[in-house]
C-alpha cells in the first residue's frame, strides 16, 4: 500500500488541466476552491481507498444542478457528484453521493452548505483483457461517516469524465461546473 496525497494544503502540483497544463483553481489557507477547468490528478491508481474532503457554498437562490455542482470522477470515468442536496429526498442518480447516470445514494448523508463534508470511497477497479471489461468495477462509499454505496457494480463509466470508456487505472479528476465548490485533505492509498 503507498499513500499518495494529492492536496495537502499547500499548492496544485499534484493536479493539472485536462490538457496536461498547470492547474489554476485558488489556493489559500489550506484550501482549494474551484475556479475553471477541471482538474486531474497525476497519480493514477486501480485498486485504491480516495479520501476527498468538500464544502459546498452557501447559494439560496440556486436551484438543483446549479447549487454547488461539482463531481469528483474516479479513475476519471465515474462521476460521485457533489451538490447541495441538503434535505432532499429521496436523493437521485444527480445529487450529491449519486453516481451519476448509474444509481442514487443508498441515504441522503449530506450536510447543510459551509460545513466540511467527506468522501471516503473503496475501489475495486475494473479487472480488463485488453480494452475488454472482464470484470466491472466495484465501490463502496461513505459520505460523513455514513454508508451510501455498498459494494455498488459500476456497469460502465459517466459522461464527461477524462475517458470515454472503462480503465483499470486512471487519474481522479475535480469537476468544474462554474460553482465555487471547496476542497481540501485529498489523497489515495492504493490497495
Not at 27 to 33: N, Q, S
Not at 156 to 161: F, I, L, R
Request: hydrophobic share 35%; glycine share 10%.
Amino acid at each position: 500500500m503507498a499513500k499518495i496525497i494529492l492536496f495537502d494544503g499547500t499548492d496544485l502540483s499534484g493536479f493539472t488541466k485536462r490538457d496536461g497544463s498547470p492547474a489554476e483553481w485558488e489556493v489559500k489557507d489550506g484550501i482549494m476552491t474551484v475556479t475553471h477547468h477541471d482538474i486531474v490528478s497525476k497519480a493514477v491508481y486501480g485498486d485504491a481507498h480516495i479520501h476527498v474532503e468538500w464544502m459546498e457554498p452557501d447559494m439560496p437562490e440556486a436551484t438543483g444542478q446549479w447549487k454547488g455542482n461539482s463531481g469528483v470522477y474516479i479513475q476519471g470515468c465515474y462521476e460521485l457528484q457533489v451538490l447541495d442536496s441538503y434535505g432532499i429526498e429521496p436523493p437521485l442518480d444527480n445529487d450529491c453521493g449519486g453516481i451519476y447516470s448509474i444509481c442514487a445514494p443508498r441515504v441522503n448523508a449530506c450536510k447543510p452548505p459551509l460545513e466540511w463534508q467527506t468522501y471516503d470511497i473503496y475501489l475495486r477497479a475494473a479487472r480488463m483483457d485488453g480494452d475488454k471489461v472482464v470484470e466491472p468495477a466495484i465501490v463502496t462509499i461513505l459520505q460523513n461517516g455514513q454508508v451510501i454505496h455498498n459494494n455498488q457494480i459500476l456497469p460502465h463509466n459517466t459522461p464527461g469524465g477524462v475517458y470515454n470508456k472503462v480503465v483499470a487505472e486512471g487519474p481522479l479528476m475535480l469537476q468544474d461546473h462554474g460553482n465555487p465548490v471547496s476542497f481540501r485533505n485529498i489523497w489515495i492509498e492504493t490497495l
